[in-house]
T-cell receptor
Framework: QQPVQSPQAVILREGEDAVINCSSS?????VHWYRQKHGEAPVFLMI?????EQKGHEKISASFNEKKQQSSLYLTASQLSYSGTYFC???????????FGKGTRLHILP | DAGITQSPRHKVTETGTPVTLRCHQT?????MYWYRQDPGHGLRLIHY???????DKGEVSDGYSVSRSKTEDFLLTLESATSSQTSVYFC???????????????FGSGTRLTVV
């Protein structure tokens, strides 16, 4: 069950905020977030575990609502370096692998 | 210094030939994964390994086989390459969250495979 990400793509001006959503049809234990720049490998941003926690990483933070089986990634005061494709990956209790969404392309304009 | 390397980085091969991609890690992680990435599909799991000689299928395993004879090496073989297997292949390493891991997957730099 591949998680669904929304929006598929977003264009922002530098300094604006963005929210990327990830939802699953199955009960979740963990949600991962990654960023991939063109021609490069995905890079791990953060992992959220069951418990509804919110995490922060510089101006990038995320929340996890396991009851709704959803996670959201928040990018505040976006910078040019935030451009790329963002992937969420989800796993259930006891899963030893995660399934990735199709990604959200984020383009930041100066 | 990333602890995971893939080889080759680029390969062009002919339809029907066998191809083997190599993933090597120096982190001693138990879990290793092979994904393929295609436009519009994101990252799709091919096979993964949870220990030496312990492997399992992912969502797109047809036409692929894997082997892990040492902790540090995970090989992906395309038994008879087809044009539909033209893709970028990523290897990843990790430890699952229920063992106390708080970090995600570390990906290799990828192998761009073209089947002509």
């Amino acid at each position: 069950q591949q998680p669904v990400q929304s929006p598929q793509a977003v264009i922002l001006r530098e300094g604006e905020d963005a929210v990327i959503n990830c939802s699953s049809s199955k009960a979740l234990y963990s949600v991962h977030w990654y960023r991939q720049k063109h021609g490069e490998a995905p890079v791990f941003l953060m992992i959220l575990l069951k418990g509804g926690e919110q995490k922060g990483h510089e101006k990038i933070s995320a929340s996890f609502n396991e009851k709704k089986q959803q996670s959201s990634l928040y990018l505040t005061a976006s910078q040019l370096s935030y451009s790329g494709t963002y992937f969420c990956g989800t796993g259930g209790q006891g899963d030893d692998k995660i399934i990735f969404g199709k990604g959200t392309r984020l383009h930041i304009l100066p | 210094d990333a602890g995971i390397t893939q080889s080759p980085r680029h390969k062009v091969t002919e339809t029907g030939t066998p191809v083997t991609l190599r993933c090597h890690q120096t982190e001693n992680h138990r879990y290793m994964y092979w994904y393929r990435q295609d436009p519009g599909h994101g990252l799709r799991l091919i096979h993964y390994s949870y220990g030496v000689k312990d492997t399992d299928k992912g969502e797109v395993s047809d036409g692929y086989s894997v082997s892990r004879s040492k902790t540090e090496d995970f090989l992906l073989t395309l038994e008879s390459a087809t044009s539909s297997q033209t893709s970028v292949y990523f290897c990843a390493i990790s430890e699952p969250p229920w063992v106390g891991s708080n970090y995600g997957y570390t990906f290799g730099s990828g192998t761009r495979l073209t089947v002509v």
